[in-house]
């Protein structure tokens, strides 16, 4: 990344975030908390999530719901099923009869799964249930504002 002033902005300055398959991300774990049920992000997903989610997907882009067969190529699907996992984790660890699981499902499950398969709005709004298309990123679509345009927020 190049240096530069606050005044400006060049979205070349910053890298593509890149995803791969090989997603393995690990939760730090203490010896005062619950052992995880499962090691890894992709641990996780590969051998629960998508064994247990199932929905009615579209084969055309933009229609009803979908999920991208390269779901990892989508850095904001990515993110949103990290944090499924992370909270599904703690859901598992919880004491509480399956009460933070039920939370778990209508909390975050539902709705990151609203965001997540809108084919109309949705990170993979491009793609279909066969076929994968790069979607671009929202610092991709964007304008900066002119200099001084915030100079009296007071930030």
């Not at 975030?17 to 005062?32: A, N, Q």
């Not at 247990?52 to 579209?58: D, G, M």
Request: glycine share 4%.
């Amino acid at each position: 990344m190049t240096e530069h002033d606050e005044t400006s902005f060049d979205e070349t300055e910053f890298d593509e975030p890149t995803f791969d398959e090989g997603v393995h991300d690990e939760i730090p774990s203490t010896d005062k908390e619950k052992p995880r049920r499962f090691p890894t992000f992709d641990a996780w997903f590969d051998a629960w999530f998508s064994a247990i989610v199932s929905r009615k997907l579209s084969t055309s882009p933009g229609k009803n719901q979908v999920f991208c067969p390269s779901w990892w190529e989508h850095p904001e699907v990515v993110v949103r099923l990290h944090s499924l996992w992370t909270a599904w984790e703690s859901a598992t660890a919880a004491d509480d009869d399956g009460a933070a699981m039920s939370g778990w499902w209508v909390h975050h499950a539902d709705p990151q799964l609203r965001t997540m398969l809108d084919a109309e709005h949705g990170p993979m709004y491009r793609c279909s249930r066969d076929s994968h298309q790069n979607t671009p990123a929202l610092r991709n679509e964007f304008v900066a504002a002119p200099p001084g345009w915030f100079d009296d927020l007071g930030v």
